[in-house]
Each structure stands twice: as structure tokens, then as C-alpha cells.
């Protein structure tokens, strides 16, 4: 199964850089916004990216005009014609990514593969609403993606030997290190991650810490690059929300329940770093 073109679905935090580590691997990429408006916000913020690396001596003046030559943005479904995989990235909701998948299949060949970057859907459902259920499964990318090196390679009941294959082959050809992840909500690695956030949000809600405190308890006391808070606001409460939810849902099991706050932050527009307000202000 052979890969040369690739359309990524949302041009948000995720497939901006899904987008850039494709094309940066030398295949020819073309990423898909709901308006002009967000497209050249997240294209914008690949071509950041880009700079800040040269600025810092990691990536070449050379190396970022091959990346964005590689690379497109489009607003129509019909670009994506050519396309051998589509990696979706966009709102972490199962009838909207239902929705897309179908414009997808309206425009792209027989042979061309569907994945999605969902954090938490059942990848089983996904492929069992398009018309290839055997061509469909998951690649679920780390934020921020230019840097991080993990993806989970996700296979639905339906997804085919020969496609799996081919998404594991893709994720080395990115530069990244593939692991083989089990269609249950939230994988191998958000199953342990989204209930220690959710637990860091009910000790702030106990009066256990104050943000910055927990924050710096576990960035000094356990190593980790960031603390909750900051990673929560880096992650989207938004996204962290529908996360939750569908994990609860998945598991009935209260550690995936979202708490209080994090709802109400979510409600107040309080999304993080995007909308520059969350746990901390930006
Ligand atoms: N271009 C090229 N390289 C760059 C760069 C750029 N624009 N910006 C940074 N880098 C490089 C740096 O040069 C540095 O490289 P070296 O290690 O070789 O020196 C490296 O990237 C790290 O950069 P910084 O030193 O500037 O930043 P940092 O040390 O503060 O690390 C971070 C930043 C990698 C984001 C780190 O804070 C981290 O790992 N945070 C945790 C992120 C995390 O947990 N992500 C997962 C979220 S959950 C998820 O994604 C799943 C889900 O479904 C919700
Ligand atoms: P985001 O809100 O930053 O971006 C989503 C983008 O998708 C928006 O720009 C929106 O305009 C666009 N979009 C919505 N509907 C669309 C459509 N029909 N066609 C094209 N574009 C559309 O969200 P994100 O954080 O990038 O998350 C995207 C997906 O990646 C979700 O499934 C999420 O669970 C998953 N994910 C997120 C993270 C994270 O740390 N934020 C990590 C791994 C996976």
C-alpha cells in the first residue's frame, strides 16, 4: 500500500502538527480547515514553528522551505482527491467525525485509508459508519507532534492486516515510534493519563494545593516536563472534557468522570492555551 499523498482534516493544535511532520517527511500534504480564517491561523502556526526552529539552529532555512512546499491548505473536500491516507484531526466527536468521514469517502479512491487521531472514540465505530470499514483505524499523535516522538497505532475489529501494516509503516516513516494500542477508550497511554489530570482538578476543587503548588509538587518531585494544570491548559479543557466524557461513558468508572470545575471552565470559554485563559492566563 503504497502512500504518497496525504490530507489531514483540521488544521487546530493536533493536525497543524500532523500536517507539518508529514510534509516535513517529504509526503505531499494537504490539510483541510472549515474556513479560510482558521486555515491560515493553523498554517500560520506551523510556519511559527518552522521559524522559531531555525531561530534555535535545529531546522534550516533549507528544510523549512521543502516542508512548506510540500504542504497545502484547502477549505473543499474535493482537494483531497488524490489522497492515498487521511488522517483526521478534527473536534473529538464521534457524529462530526462520522460527518466528515462521508465527505471523504465521497471524493477519495477505493484504496485510499482513513485514520483518526481521536484521543478516546471507539476507532471500531468510526470505521463501521464509512463504506471500508476494513481501510479505517487510528493514529493517535502527541502534543506538541513536531516533538513528540510516541503515536499509538489503533486497529477497530474491522481494520485489515495490510492497512494496519501500512499505518505502522507511515508512523516510522514520520520519524516517530509506533506502538500497537488497543481499540479501548482512550488507548494505552490516555488511560493513564486523562484520570491523573481529572485527579489533579478535584485536589485544587479539595483546596489540597493552590495551581501553581501542584504544578511545581510534580514538575520537582517526579520530573515530569509539565505540571497538570499547565499540561491540562496546553492539552484544550474543552478537549480534555469530551475526553472524559467519553471515557466515563466507556467505563462507567468515576476516575473518568469530569469534575465540576473543569465543566464549568469549559462553559466560561476557560479552554487553556488556546483561548488564552485556563488554569493560568496567557
Ligand atoms: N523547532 C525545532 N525544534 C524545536 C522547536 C522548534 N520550533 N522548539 C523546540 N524544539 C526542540 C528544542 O530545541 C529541544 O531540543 P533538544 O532536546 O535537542 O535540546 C526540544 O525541542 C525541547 O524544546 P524546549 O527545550 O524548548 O522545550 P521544553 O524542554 O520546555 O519541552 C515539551 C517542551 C516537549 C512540550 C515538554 O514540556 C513536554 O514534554 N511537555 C509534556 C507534553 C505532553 O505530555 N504531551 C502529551 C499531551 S497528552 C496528548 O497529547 C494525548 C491526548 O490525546 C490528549
Ligand atoms: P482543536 O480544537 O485545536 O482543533 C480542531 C480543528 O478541527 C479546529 O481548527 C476546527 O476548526 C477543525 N474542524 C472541526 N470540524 C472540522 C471539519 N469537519 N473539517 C475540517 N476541520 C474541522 O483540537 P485538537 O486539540 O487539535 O484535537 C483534534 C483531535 O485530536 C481530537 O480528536 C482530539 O481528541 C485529538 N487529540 C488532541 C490532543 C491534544 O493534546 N489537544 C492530543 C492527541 C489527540
Do not use: W
Not at 108 to 125: D, F, Y
Not at 134 to 152: A, I, Q, R, S
Amino acid at each position: 500500500m503504497a502512500i504518497t499523498n496525504v490530507g489531514v482534516l483540521g488544521c487546530g493544535l493536533m493536525g497543524a502538527g500532523v500536517a507539518q511532520v508529514s510534509a516535513a517527511a517529504g509526503f505531499k500534504t494537504v490539510v483541510l480547515e472549515v474556513n479560510a480564517d482558521v486555515l491560515e491561523k493553523g498554517l500560520g502556526r506551523i510556519e511559527k514553528f518552522l521559524t522559531d526552529g531555525v531561530a534555535k539552529g535545529k531546522v534550516t532555512e533549507e528544510t523549512k522551505t521543502a516542508v512548506l512546499g510540500h504542504l497545502s491548505g484547502t477549505t473543499s473536500y474535493a482537494d483531497l482527491k488524490g489522497c492515498d491516507l487521511v488522517i483526521e484531526a478534527i473536534v473529538e466527536n464521534v457524529e462530526a467525525k462520522k460527518h466528515a468521514y462521508a465527505q471523504i469517502e465521497a471524493v477519495v479512491g477505493a484504496h485510499c485509508l482513513i485514520a483518526s487521531n481521536t484521543s478516546s472514540l471507539c476507532i471500531t465505530e468510526l470505521a463501521a459508519g464509512t463504506t471500508r470499514p476494513d481501510k479505517v483505524g487510528g493514529l493517535h499523535f502527541f502534543n506538541p507532534v513536531p516533538l513528540m516522538k510516541l503515536v499509538e497505532v489503533i486497529r477497530a475489529l474491522s481494520t485489515s492486516q495490510e492497512t494496519h501494516e501500512a499505518l505502522v509503516g507511515f508512523a516510522r516513516a514520520i520519524g516517530k515510534e509506533p506502538i500497537a494500542a488497543p481499540d479501548r477508550g482512550g488507548f494505552i497511554v490516555n488511560r493513564l493519563l486523562v484520570p491523573y489530570l481529572l485527579d489533579a482538578v478535584r485536589c485544587l476543587e479539595e483546596g489540597l494545593g493552590t495551581v501553581e503548588d501542584i504544578d511545581k509538587g510534580m514538575r520537582l518531585g517526579c520530573g515530569y516536563p509539565m505540571g497538570p494544570f499547565t499540561l491540562l491548559d496546553f492539552v484544550g479543557l474543552d478537549t480534555t472534557y469530551y475526553i472524559a466524557n467519553i471515557m466515563f461513558e466507556e467505563f462507567r468508572e468515576t476516575r473518568f468522570a469530569p469534575p465540576p470545575l473543569l465543566k464549568r471552565m469549559v462553559l466560561a470559554g476557560h479552554l487553556g492555551k488556546k483561548s488564552g485563559r485556563g488554569f493560568y492566563s496567557y
